[in-house]
């Protein structure tokens, strides 16, 4: 379980409050969806996760444990991340090298790595790349990679963060499909940040945040319903959504339950 | 400005063990004043096909006829500066545009390197980052210290104060907010409209292609394989199928209801005229 505690974070001391007293837990094996306008603090707050910003007011526990100086090395190992530009974490001079680097960091021995890193290739579509240079890919493919290097160090923490913006819809669907698979086994705590609410839909739990503030949270269901929050923060519901608010009573459904009752 | 490719070959590393055939062979036209989509699965040769429209990339083999302008493989940088004044592109990625100091700045240049002087620069500026809803409070920061969907707005309205005749937008909604991006696209039709540029707008969102571009063309490993009226092309569900392309959501909506029976006139546009379509039916079979 991860949890923070009143966290207050500005880039510029005394300027701009990019965090404004955030608290909020995770729990293990739970896929929490963030969500929110253009600069409300979602990236922030997942690098002061991940121990990337750390001058933070307020405090953060992992497993019981206070996040400082001396464990945040150590505590990393648990978490990886998809950062929102994919250009941003690449490592290797391979796109394999770049999967491989990570476990090779961790100690992972050579045989579980190579399997490991084809695993998490073949999972995105991306094996037949594996010797091309990260940097020298199309747009979705470089995402693709880089969302292959976190699933093939299995962490107990992964975060998205717009990880699939660039990706073809077929493919954005593998990847959901993925993390649903992830999600059943129930030892991954899962934090995906998206602009698009139709794929929210398999959280446990949604966050909706706006000028560094936390104004809405609970399931999906009760995120859809607040309409204040969700206008607040410059927020669309799902185009079956849409309709069926529209057309119908715009109770929460599926795009299948949608088509059956029109 | 008319562009057009005859024969256009694009190969990356050419002559080395890492040769990667991009585009092959693509003859066509980009006419003067419409609103074209370019789609495709991931990899399929967008983005390499818009760099070589603009001349950020030369063909390999082939031609760009850029108004009178010609590119080549070997062509001249004053060739390829002239194309580029007319021709302005947003990046996929915002990062690989930005590079000023701070944000106006960043803005100014584009209008500055069009021969505008200082201040007209900096009105245009400020015009373009307010229309994209920058706030002025950003105006001194550096452009990279942005979140990601500001970065994005803030090479928008980069291109825009440049004031191009033809505007590529190479995924110009990836990390806008849903509000932004809707603004945003809204923003790109009013300009095609009133200023009569070209647009060309590479995307994943078959909803934004299909409600706004008038023409397709269609990508697959780096071969133009089918262009056409937009109208057509996207609701043609087995070919969208072909190509690993989804239908834009009011088609397969209005696909899924014809299968239960409920059949309209026409296949509405957008989630308006969708809601217009189905009440009348409703009424009609009341
Ligand atoms: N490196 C930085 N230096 C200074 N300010 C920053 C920096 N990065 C982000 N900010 C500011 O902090 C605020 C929160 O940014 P953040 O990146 O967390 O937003 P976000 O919710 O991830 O937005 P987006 O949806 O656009 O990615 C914004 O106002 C932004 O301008
Ligand atoms: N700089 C480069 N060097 C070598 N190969 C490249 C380079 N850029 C792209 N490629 C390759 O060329 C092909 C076409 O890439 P391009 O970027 O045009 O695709 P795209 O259609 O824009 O894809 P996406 O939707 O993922 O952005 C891909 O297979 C890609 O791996
Ligand atoms: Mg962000
Ligand atoms: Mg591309």
Redesign the interface.
């Given at each position: 379980m991860i949890g923070l505690e009143d966290i207050t974070y500005s880039y510029r001391t005394g300027e701009y409050k990019a965090l404004d007293h955030i608290s909020l837990t995770f729990r293990r094996g739970e896929w929490v969806s963030i969500i929110g306008h253009n600069g409300s603090g979602k990236s922030t707050l997942v690098k002061i996760l991940m121990g990337i910003l750390d001058d933070y007011e307020g405090s953060i526990t992992v497993d019981g444990e206070l996040l400082d100086e001396e464990n945040r090395i150590t505590m990393r190992k648990k978490f990886a991340i998809v950062f929102q530009n994919p250009d941003n974490q690449f490592v290797g001079a391979t796109v394999e090298d770049d999967v491989a680097f990570g476990l090779e960091n961790n100690g992972v021995p050579r045989d579980e790595m190579v399997r490991r890193t084809e695993e998490a290739l073949k999972a995105v579509n991306m094996l037949e790349f594996r010797d091309h240079e990260p940097s020298r890919l199309s747009g979705g493919q470089k995402q693709r990679v880089a969302i292959a290097s976190a699933l093939a160090m299995a962490p107990d923490v992964l975060i998205l963060d717009e990880a699939t913006s660039m990706i073809d819809p077929e493919g954005r669907r593998e990847v959901l499909d993925i993390l649903r698979t992830i999600h059943r086994r129930g030892k991954t705590t899962l934090i995906f940040i998206t602009h698009d609410l139709s794929e929210i839909e398999d959280s446990d739990h949604a966050v909706i945040m706006k000028d560094g503030q936390i104004i809405s949270e609970g399931t999906v269901e009760e995120i859809y319903k607040d309409t204040d929050a969700l206008l607040a923060s410059r927020l669309v519901l799902p185009f079956h959504m849409k309709i069926s608010k529209r057309l119908l009573d715009g109770s929460f459904l599926s795009y299948d339950e949608l088509v059956e009752r029109l | 400005m008319r562009i057009t490719f005859k024969n256009l070959t694009s190969i990356?590393h050419q002559n080395t063990p890492?040769e990667h055939l991009a585009l092959n062979d693509i003859n066509t036209t980009f006419e003067e004043g419409v609103y074209y989509g370019i789609i495709g699965?991931?990899?399929s040769g967008?983005?390499t096909m818009i760099q070589t429209l603009n001349g950020l990339l030369l063909p390999s083999r082939g031609e760009v006829h850029a108004g009178d302008i010609l590119l080549r493989r070997k062509s001249k940088q004053k060739d390829i500066h002239r194309v580029k004044k007319h021709v302005g592109m947003v990046f996929?990625?915002p990062?690989h545009q930005l590079f000023e100091e701070t944000v106006l700045k960043d803005v100014m240049f584009g209008p500055k390197n069009m021969g505008m002087d200082e201040t007209v620069a900096q009105e245009k500026a400020e015009y373009y980052l307010d229309l994209l809803n920058i706030d002025a409070?950003l105006f001194q920061s550096s452009p990279f210290?942005?979140?990601?969907?500001?970065m994005r707005?803030v090479a928008i309205a980069g291109i825009l104060a440049m004031e191009p005749e033809v505007l590529i937008l190479?995924?110009p909604t990836?990390?806008?907010?849903?509000?932004?991006?809707?603004e945003t696209m809204a923003l790109f039709k009013r300009i095609h409209q009133e200023m009569g540029i070209t647009v060309i707008l590479v995307t994943?969102d078959?909803?934004d292609v299909y409600e706004y571009t008038e023409y397709v063309k269609i990508l697959s490993g780096g071969h133009l394989v089918r262009e056409g009226r937009t109208t057509d092309l996207l609701t043609d569900e087995k070919l969208l199928e072909r190509f690993?392309?989804?239908p834009p959501?009011i088609v397969k909506?209005t696909h899924?209801?014809e299968n239960?029976g409920?059949i309209f006139d026409s296949v509405p546009r957008n989630?308006e005229q969708?809601?217009e379509l189905?009440?009348e039916w409703r009424a009609g079979n009341a």
């Open positions: - | 990356y890492f699965h991931t990899g967008k983005s996929q990625f990062e409070s210290d942005l979140s990601g969907g500001q707005k190479d995924e990836a990390g806008l907010d849903p509000k932004s991006h809707i994943h078959m909803n690993a392309l989804e959501d909506l899924d209801l239960k409920i989630v969708f809601t189905y009440e």
